[in-house]
C-alpha cells in the first residue's frame, strides 16, 4: 500500500506561483512514476505531468514552459512549481502513483487563480 498526502494548494492571483507537495509513504519500491493531474469543475480528470523512476518527465500541452514537476528522493516527495498561473488552471489537483498492478490517488490540493 500507498500513502500519498498533498499540500500547497490556495487561492492565487493570475500570473502568481503555487508550489504543490506531494509526500508518498508505504511501499514505494513498486511505483514506477509518479504524476499529478487536475479535474476542475464540470471536465473530466486530466494528466499535468509526470516523473517516472529514471527521471524523465513529460507535461501537458497546456502546462509546457509555466510548470516544472520534480522530487526529493530522500524526502519521497514530488512537487509540482506553478508559474504564470491562469484561471484556466483552477482545479483540484490530484498526486497519483503508478505500479504495474494499479495506482493510488491522493485527497487532492485545491488551486484556484482569481484576482
Known amino acids: 500500500q500507498v500513502q500519498l498526502v498533498e499540500s500547497g494548494g490556495g487561492l492565487v492571483q493570475p500570473g502568481g506561483s503555487l508550489r504543490l507537495s506531494c509526500a508518498a509513504s508505504?511501499?514505494?519500491?513498486?511505483?514506477?512514476?509518479m504524476g499529478w493531474y487536475r479535474q476542475a469543475p464540470g471536465k473530466q480528470r486530466e494528466l499535468v505531468a509526470f516523473?517516472?523512476?529514471?527521471?524523465?518527465?513529460n507535461y501537458a500541452d497546456s502546462v509546457k514552459g509555466r510548470f516544472t514537476i520534480s522530487r526529493d528522493n530522500a524526502k519521497n516527495t514530488v512537487y509540482l512549481q506553478m508559474n504564470s498561473l491562469q484561471a484556466e488552471d483552477t482545479a483540484v489537483y490530484y498526486c497519483?502513483?503508478?505500479?504495474?498492478?494499479?495506482?493510488?490517488w491522493g485527497q487532492g490540493t485545491q488551486v484556484t487563480v482569481s484576482s
Open positions: 497519483n502513483a503508478k505500479e504495474f498492478s494499479g495506482g493510488y
Open positions: 508505504g511501499s514505494l519500491s513498486t511505483i514506477y512514476v
Open positions: 516523473i517516472t523512476r529514471g527521471g524523465s518527465t
